[in-house]
């Protein structure tokens, strides 16, 4: 497995890795400190850990580095991206490449998560805003 | 371009569209290169609506909310033409199927696709799906607010969602803006159902696991009022509920349905009142601009009142048995007085239910240019809409119809027979679908005697999975394989009507392919004979109970 860290500097330890199945909601205390937390995706299909993932960042604020294991190929990039992941583990070829590229592949995002993009929504109203000033 | 009555796509809406097909392209060409096994490349060209059928591709296009622009009706027509054999399928959630696509052309055909602001996204796959409305949505006398307007806000948030790509299974949401559900939203695993409470304000009654398939289900309600801008944080929470705890381990156990089933209503509601708690006034809380800025787009075309009550077309009521009958069927009233909604039949006698080539898509074109603000819907009952006629334009309209074969007047009747492809078409099916309502559609042809039987719905699906929504046709038909021989079992009572949506009861044992026809015969006879004034098929069905018709079919078959 090749590992491809958005943040290299970053420290990985204490690092916590939690099964798709568990409740990121009840971990309380055992997350204080943690600067690495590792999600799963036993398939490329069971997207679980996406909502960990959200949760996690945006619910509870967690700011250290959050990595996809298990099944993670380049067409999730986008997705991962979105909902968090800065760190992934993958065997597949090309997955760098795809990594450099993933955050353009689409310009134009409609769902606000935590990763800081402006939606489309919002640009929108922006625009309309700026026409009625 | 003629003024539309829709919500047109801004340059966010086609830059995404535009990436998404170079994207697909660029997986296409990895899979065709070698460097993406077909179970790699599976998830990836479902989510774009890319099925390998029985005898080839088939593209799955998203018409959302079932509303298209003439130009858009013809794109659609070309691309049937010059990628497929010349024709398309309209389906039972408001898409079209085209069932010849090569795999090395789908990406120019979706690159068509876009030119029209179309695209296949989210067609199929484990995702939220394309969100349907009622057909006569902006149009309807009944209508509280048109639903389509929240189907755009909810496509577009929808659309790759990077949370929900990948759920259990698939999710369909459908919206009604009427008190007479067309949308059929008790059977979806989301239903928006938008009313008026007793302060005047309109809300959403929330409606999750229902759905057919192999278990069938009733959506049950989890919210009976939502603030129309928590829509998206509210559906939010329903499906991160569902990605988190939907079960994963069997795929027929896999829907919405089951995990509501199985935790029961209440805890559902908990979960996601929960979960909605943390999520609502959040940056998902729709603001009146926007909500405003895409109601707009919907604004009903600025229509005149006309006459009723046109010489022309009682005169041809009275010359013309077949237009007299239309009127009943097809024509339904529209909100502004001198209007109507006219549904095209694409169920004409003997052929293919849903079916349209290319050249009768573009006749639909031309006569919505004519006489329908260009504007054409596909009803989940797989025929297609004139949502704005004037009255006065009704003969031509007819005639227009009866040169491209859909002028049938057996709307509701018992020859609008919804079928899913069957095993025509499909690789999960057990049996033929459109053979069986072929020929149920030519035995029950004459047009006095669809229009005596009056109101009864037949729905036929070829396995199931329940494509043709046999669970809730007043006669449903479901196709079943018994040692290689097709098989199709009966059931009575199936209803998708707003308050009285009901799933039908098995019958008997099921009859062979040769004896469907003689069994829907022998339900029509004891119905007929046992009716009362004013009772529809259904309606009967439920004061006498099945014995009678079960009698009159097995002793008949």
Redesign the interface.
Known sequence: MALFRLHPEAAQEPALALANTDDVLALGSALAGVKLIVLNFPK?????A???A?LLRE?LGYTGELRATGAV?L?QL??????GFDSFESEQ??FAEALAKART?????????GDGRV???????QQ?KAVAA | MPDTHFYQY?A??R??VA??VA?FRD?VRRRLAG?LTEE?FK??RLTNGLYLQLHAYMLRIAIPYGTLSTRQLRQLAAIARKYDRGYGHFTTRQNLQLNWIRLEDAPDALAMLAEVDMHAIQTSG?LIRNVTADHFAGAAIDEIEDPRIWCEIVR??S?????????PRKFKIAITGSPNDRAAVRVHDVGLRLWRNEQGEVGFEVIVGGGLGRTPMIGKTIRDFLPKDELLAYLESVL?VY??YGR?DNLYKSRIKILVHEIGVEKMREDVEAEYA?TKD???KL?P??IE?IARQFAPPALRAKRTKVPEVEALKLENRAFALWLKSNVAPHRVPGHAIVTASLKPAGAPPGDASSAQMEGVADIADAWSQSEVRVSHEQNLVFPHVPIEALPEVYRALERLGFAEANIGKITDIIACPGLDYCALANARSIPVAQRISTHFAELSRQHDIGDLKIKISGCINACGHHHVGHIGILGVDKNGVELYQLSLGGDVDFGKTALGTILGPAVEADKVVEAVDALVATYLEARQAGERFVDTYRRIGAQPFKERVYGAV
Do not use: I, M
């Open positions: 490329f299909t069971d997207g679980r996406y909502s960990q959200r619910r190929f067409d986008p997705f991962l991206l979105r909902c070829k090309g592949l689409f310009s134009v995002v409609y769902q606000p998560t939606t489309a929504g919002a640009l929108r109203l309309r | 801004d966010y809406d830059a995404l990436e998404r994207q997986q460097e790699q998830p990836l484990n577009q948030w659309t790759l969602h990077p949370e929900f790509s990948f759920l991160r990605n988190r994963r943390a959040s940056a998902l603001s601009q926007t800025a």
